[in-house]
C-alpha cells in the first residue's frame, strides 16, 4: 500500500506559475504520473515520469509549459506548471503504478492522491 498526498494548489492569474508537490509513504514509488480534472470532464493525463526520472512524457496541451521532476531521496514528485491559462483549471491528482513505463490512461495506474485544486483566473 501507498499513501499519496498531494500540495502546492491554489488561485494564480493567466501567466503565472505554481508548483505541485506528491509526497509519496508506505513504499517506494515507481512510474509516477499527474492527472486532472475539471468540472463535467473526464480526468485527463497532464504528464509522468519513470522512477529514474530520465523519461517524461507530456499531454499535448502542456507540453512547454509543465515540467515534472522527482526526488527518489524524498519519494516526492514534483509538477512544475509555468504560463498557466484559464483551461488548466482542475483538480490535479498524482498517481503511481508499477514498472518502468509512464502511461496515459487512468486505469493503468493503482494508487492515487486525493487531489489539489488549481484555478487559473483570466
Same mark, same amino acid.
Given at each position: 500500500?501507498?499513501?499519496?498526498?498531494?500540495?502546492?494548489?491554489? !488561485? #494564480?492569474?493567466?501567466?503565472?506559475? !505554481?508548483?505541485?508537490?506528491?509526497?509519496?509513504?508506505?513504499?517506494?514509488? $515507481?512510474? *509516477?504520473?499527474?492527472?486532472?480534472?475539471?468540472?463535467? &470532464? &473526464?480526468? &485527463?493525463?497532464?504528464? %509522468?515520469?519513470?522512477?529514474?526520472?530520465?523519461?517524461?512524457? +507530456?499531454?499535448?496541451?502542456?507540453?512547454?509549459?509543465?515540467?515534472? /521532476?522527482?526526488?527518489?531521496?524524498?519519494?516526492? #514528485? $514534483?509538477?512544475? *506548471?509555468?504560463? !498557466?491559462?484559464? &483551461?488548466?483549471?482542475?483538480? =490535479? $491528482?498524482?498517481?503511481?503504478?508499477? %514498472? /518502468?513505463?509512464?502511461?496515459?490512461?487512468? +486505469?493503468? =495506474? /493503482?494508487?492515487? %492522491?486525493? %487531489?489539489?485544486? #488549481?484555478? #487559473?483566473?483570466?
Amino acid at each position: 500500500q501507498v499513501q499519496l498526498v498531494e500540495s502546492g494548489g491554489g !488561485l #494564480v492569474q493567466a501567466g503565472g506559475s !505554481l508548483r505541485l508537490s506528491c509526497a509519496a509513504s508506505g513504499r517506494t514509488i $515507481y512510474t *509516477m504520473g499527474w492527472f486532472r480534472q475539471a468540472p463535467g &470532464e &473526464e480526468r &485527463e493525463f497532464v504528464g %509522468g515520469i519513470s522512477w529514474s526520472g530520465s523519461s517524461t512524457n +507530456y499531454a499535448d496541451s502542456v507540453k512547454g509549459r509543465f515540467t515534472i /521532476s522527482r526526488d527518489n531521496a524524498k519519494n516526492t #514528485v $514534483y509538477l512544475q *506548471m509555468n504560463s !498557466l491559462k484559464p &483551461e488548466d483549471t482542475a483538480v =490535479y $491528482y498524482c498517481a503511481t503504478r508499477p %514498472g /518502468s513505463t509512464v502511461k496515459v490512461t487512468t +486505469y493503468d =495506474y /493503482s494508487f492515487w %492522491g486525493q %487531489g489539489t485544486q #488549481v484555478t #487559473v483566473s483570466s
